[in-house]
């Protein structure tokens, strides 16, 4: 109901910090209690350490346990959240002002269907639509909002080995465009025609083709058109480094028909570049989802004890080298278009990277395993940008730290430990003590982490210099396959958020 000139407005939020708490402020605000069921009863029993109804809420508000304790806020924070709970709810609760709570009710519930309907009631991730989900059957449990989600639940759920699981969201089109990319570098385009031309069918079909519906603007959304999201169209949310692989698979469209299937039109290859170009902040970098650059103080207002930088939208060392890795293609298969435009932001992305790489060389990666894998993104958009080894410092202190790391075996593996070097830079001094890369117990190689490091190195030109400690990687990655192709499994080397990470190490 606040203008956005107020610095805490919801379209200054991070995307999915704003869709979880959205409707849980609903709920909050409709005081709303499932009905009392003998499994809610056994629950409360299971989860608290004291009967339920001895628990004094108001002085429990801000108890947390040391394990999930990732981000301890400052007294002075939780000061103004009491200050308002004690202040303001007892007047939101009576007439007249309680008419303020039911207008703000309105608009929250405006908005958490229109998030529903434009993601196809698929909605941004797992937590956001079983939230959402939850809010229309409290609205009207027999209502058309809650019976068009719950087609959607299969989106989020897929049978384990062991037990029914619930992923985040899907990775369909993170997938596919990898895959896509890695079979093209095979050189194989003969033997594996159909599966090309399969993978450039579903891109084809997944791209988004239009703008939320509406004024989106004012509904909290960017511009979409022309992006790929992280899953399919249907979910319909922008993603940078997902439009920027798409982008890449898509410029295939140069090779015959008969591999690849139709081309692409320009226009659309056009609507994607101008989503990339809109997601560069000022200092070079690329944002995810929606145009970073709010006041980094806000994040001092992030209420959650779990998770640290949610708040407010971020640049990614990952996402960048994505964009600029596919705006250099399309620049020279497309050079009349946004020339200057395009020129400017890599330039600008160069920057970017060599002001944030940190001083052993490495960059700090969020959703990956960590310094490897950010520093093979970062390599990888340099060498792009037209950076050599011997042309560009930020590239020889990269290709030094990755060679420093080789293991006995050839291989390269780090621990999670390293992506909780974030919040040790944030609660100890002595930052550039702590925040460094831990390796895997017992130096143990990690075949994914190993390949990122090989293709990092080779984007340095390893190969041209030394191609020895190259030839000891795929020695050992040609070793490890397995009969049937495929690799074994081993410890997963995704990372989202980092923090998550530091909860479950204590599990």
């Not at 809610?40 to 299971?46: D, G, K, V």
């Not at 390293?418 to 017992?442: D, I, M, N, R």
Request: one cysteine or more; glycine letters at 6%; aromatic letters at 12%.
């Amino acid at each position: 109901m606040m203008t956005n000139n107020f610095g805490s407005m919801p379209t200054k939020m991070w995307c999915y910090f704003r869709l979880v708490y959205m409707p849980m402020s609903y709920l909050y605000g409709k005081r709303f209690v499932a009905p009392i069921s003998p499994l809610i009863l056994q629950l409360r029993e299971e989860l608290h350490t004291q009967p339920y109804n001895e628990i004094n809420w108001k002085r429990v508000r801000h108890l947390c346990a040391k394990e999930d304790l990732y981000f301890p806020h400052l007294l002075i924070q939780d000061l103004v959240w009491d200050s308002i709970y004690i202040f303001t709810e007892p007047f939101l609760a009576r007439w007249p002002f309680n008419k303020l709570r039911k207008k703000a009710l309105e608009i929250t519930m405006k908005h958490i269907h229109y998030e529903d309907e434009n993601s196809r009631y698929i909605d941004i991730a797992c937590v956001e639509k079983v939230l959402c989900m939850l809010v229309c059957w409290v609205e009207d449990p027999y209502g058309d909002y809650f019976k068009k989600h719950l087609p959607r639940l299969p989106d989020y759920i897929w049978i384990g080995e062991d037990y029914i699981r619930c992923r985040t969201f899907g990775s369909q089109l993170w997938d596919t465009s990898l895959g896509l990319e890695a079979s093209l570098a095979c050189k194989l385009t003969d033997e594996i025609g159909p599966t090309l031309m399969k993978g450039h069918d579903y891109l084809n079909k997944s791209q988004v083709r239009d703008n939320p519906s509406g004024d989106f603007r004012s509904m909290y959304r960017h511009i979409c058109r022309g992006s790929w999201t992280f899953s399919d169209r249907d979910q319909g949310w922008q993603v940078s480094d997902c439009t920027a692989e798409g982008l890449k698979c898509c410029l295939l469209s140069v090779m015959p028909p008969e591999i690849v299937g139709g081309k692409f039109e320009p226009e659309r290859l056009y609507d994607a570049i101008n989503v990339l170009l809109s997601l560069q902040s000022k200092n070079g970098g690329i944002s995810a989802w929606e145009p970073a650059g709010t006041s980094k103080w806000l994040e001092l207002l992030n209420p959650s004890e779990l998770l640290e930088d949610v708040f407010i939208e971020q640049q990614y060392v990952e996402c960048t080298a994505s964009a600029v890795d596919a705006l250099v293609l399309f620049k020279k298969l497309h050079p009349g278009h946004r020339k200057q435009e395009i020129e400017n932001f890599i330039r600008k992305a160069v920057q970017y990277f060599e002001d944030i790489q940190r001083p052993d060389g490495s960059w700090y990666g969020n959703w990956g395993i960590c310094f490897t894998y950010a520093t093979w993104f970062a390599l990888r958009g340099l060498a792009a940008a037209g950076k050599t080894y011997h042309n560009c410092l930020a590239v020889r202190k990269a290709a030094d730290f990755l060679l420093k790391l080789q293991l006995d075996d050839g291989g390269w593996g780090e621990s999670y430990l390293s992506c909780l070097a974030k919040k040790k830079k944030v609660t100890l001094s002595l930052c550039l003590v702590t925040q460094k890369f831990t390796p895997l117990e017992g130096n143990r190689s990690n075949l994914v982490q190993t390949a990122w490091t090989l293709m990092g190195l080779i984007h340095s030109g390893q190969a041209e210099r030394d191609p020895t400690p190259l030839h000891r990687a795929a020695k050992l990655l040609i070793n490890s396959q397995k009969e049937d192709g495929d690799f074994p499994q081993q410890r997963n080397c995704w990372s989202f958020p980092e923090d998550l990470y530091d909860t479950l190490s204590k599990l």
